[in-house]
């Protein structure tokens, strides 16, 4: 296996690219985060397949598209024959599990059509997405009915923290003046501490065990993705984090009030949902941005308690360290909340890739420029563990070259993203049928263009508009470039890999064999 013979896979859920000290933030400092970049490779152009937790989950886990693995939002199944990094790994020795979030929802229907039921080896680990479930938490349990049973309800019961649902009631809550409870699903009390003590929060409680998973883990080799809850919604953090930053830390808005006259259709809807209007305000900003940012200075300390294991017990020499996130936040910019359209803040995260290998020394602590995607770590985990790399399967590439110093050849030109917002209240605003919510992003090095079913694009030229304020999609005297775009666009849309049973190689030894069998075709 060479040098790489571990792989710890770290993403947080929701964090802004630029939202790092090493990525250029103002105020936050992320020293634990920025010692990670100076041992690897920081890639400054990433991107992920959809900016909707699931879907991008899905396309992380897999390797392929959301157009190929159809889990278009987050409670769409992927389908049950569709390969995740467990299907790679496991049959060659890796130990694959997870302790924190995936979203991934099971297949019900396929699993019950093939007979398999979670009680079996094999269904338990269809119905997680290939992870064993060391401790998997989506980190969103409001629900009485269910969240009572969580693992860390019973963690926190067992420190004291009585109630039906701890979770709800001290990890996601807040306390009055008048000792009544403040859930964190209100942004207005984003500036107060959380009822649990840090060491018991989640994103502590999440790091313990994953270090469990890792100290405990023996001779066999493993894959253990820790995936962060934080710092996505309820916008809540322990003492002393929520306190870190205060509003003369928030960095400017970045919007302009031009782009709200005469906006696309589709941005328009989502510029009227409840999250963009709370963010408009500036009151909001001033106190969830804080907040925000003391979640993602606690998952630094805590990614700092990791490395630190890793060095104590040697693991370091023989372990990749990925650091990512699943999608950004919009936080008020463009004049939108949450996520899923296609500015950087929404689509761009960061990539931070440790490998332990002798072979990378020399590009420690460089900094990536080539546009990369989720679907690239798929084959890099392969690629590291020395393994031949499916790639009529996989349709992102490994990025091992670029961490060993040689710059892989014909490297791609564009990156692609996608979102299905037919669950969404702007699919009724518009009017629209759920088909037709379908939006196509594809990106090269100075032009961003959008397609929309139904409606007319959108395009950014990033070299004189790096903040994407002007929409040139309607503009007279760009058709040429959206003409490119657009057939840059259909390229990725009809090179995806839907010949997934057959390998290449196969398909090169049976090219033109079929007389060789006696079938003669064609012949006077």
């Known amino acids: ?169 001290y990890a996601n809550a807040a306390q009055g003046p008048g000792g009544e409870l403040l859930s964190g699903w209100s942004m207005r009390n984003a500036s107060l501490p959380a009822r649990v003590r840090e060491e018991h929060s989640e ?54 009030p031009a782009e709200r006259d005469d906006p696309h259709p589709v941005y328009e809807a989502f510029m009227q949902m409840d999250a963009a209007q709370a963010f408009a305000r500036d009151e909001t900003r001033e106190t969830v941005v804080p907040t925000y940012m003391g979640l993602i200075k606690q998952i630094d300390d805590h990614v700092g308690r990791v490395l630190d294991m890793l060095e104590r017990t040697g693991l370091i020499d023989s372990t990749m360290v990925i650091f990512t996130s699943d999608h950004g936040d919009y936080l008020g910019d463009h004049w939108l909340g949450e996520k899923e359209l296609f500015h950087e803040a929404s689509v761009r995260v960061p990539l931070i890739v440790y490998d332990p290998s002798s072979e990378a020394d020399a590009t420690r602590g460089s900094v990536v420029d080539h546009l990369v995607e989720a679907i690239d770590l798929v084959p890099t985990f392969i690629d590291a563990h020395g393994l031949p790399v499916p790639y009529h399967r996989l349709e992102g590439r490994s990025l091992l070259p670029f961490l060993r110093g040689a710059e892989p050849a014909a490297w791609r030109e564009c990156v692609f993203s996608e979102l299905d917002y037919a669950f969404y209240r702007a699919r009724l605003s518009l009017d629209l049928h759920p088909n037709d919510c379908r939006i196509y992003m594809v990106r090269d090095q100075r032009w961003k263009y959008i397609h929309f079913r139904g409606f007319r694009p959108q395009l950014f030229d990033l070299e004189t508009d790096p903040q994407e304020y002007t929409d040139l999609g309607g503009r007279p005297g760009f058709e040429d470039v959206r003409r490119r775009m657009e057939a840059m666009l259909f390229d990725r849309l009809t090179s995806r890999r839907n010949r997934v049973t057959v390998p290449d190689d196969v398909v090169e030894e049976r090219t033109d064999r079929v007389r060789e069998k006696g079938v003669i075709i064609g012949e006077w």
Request: hydrophobic share 35%.
């Open 1 to 169: 296996m060479g040098a790489v013979r571990n792989i710890l896979f770290i993403m947080c859920d929701q964090l802004r690219w630029d939202y790092l000290s090493c990525t250029g933030h103002a105020h936050l400092k992320t020293p634990n985060v920025d010692r990670l970049a100076r041992m690897g490779v920081r890639f400054d152009k990433a991107f992920v397949q959809s900016p909707v937790c699931g879907p991008s989950r899905a396309s992380f886990y897999t390797g392929r598209t959301v157009f190929s693995h159809g889990a278009t939002w987050n409670f769409v199944p992927l389908p049950i024959g569709e390969m995740t990094i467990g299907d790679y790994l496991k049959p060659h020795g890796v130990r694959v599990a997870v302790a924190g979030k995936t979203h991934f929802r099971s297949d019900v229907d396929g699993m019950a059509r093939l007979g398999l039921t979670r009680e079996t080896d094999v269904g338990m680990l269809v119905s997680q997405g290939g992870f064993e479930p060391w401790e998997r938490d989506d980190g969103e349990h409001p629900d009485q009915l269910v969240s009572p049973d969580l693992a860390y309800n019973a963690y926190l019961r067992a420190h004291g923290y009585e109630g039906q649902n701890p979770w709800n009631e």
């Open 203 to 256: 994103t502590a409680y999440i790091t313990n065990r994953a270090m469990d998973f890792m100290r405990d883990a023996g001779e066999q080799p493993w894959l253990m993705h820790l995936s962060y809850i934080k710092p996505h919604w309820p916008y809540l953090a322990p003492a002393p984090y929520h306190a870190a930053y205060g509003k003369q830390h928030v960095q400017a808005r970045s919007a302009q």
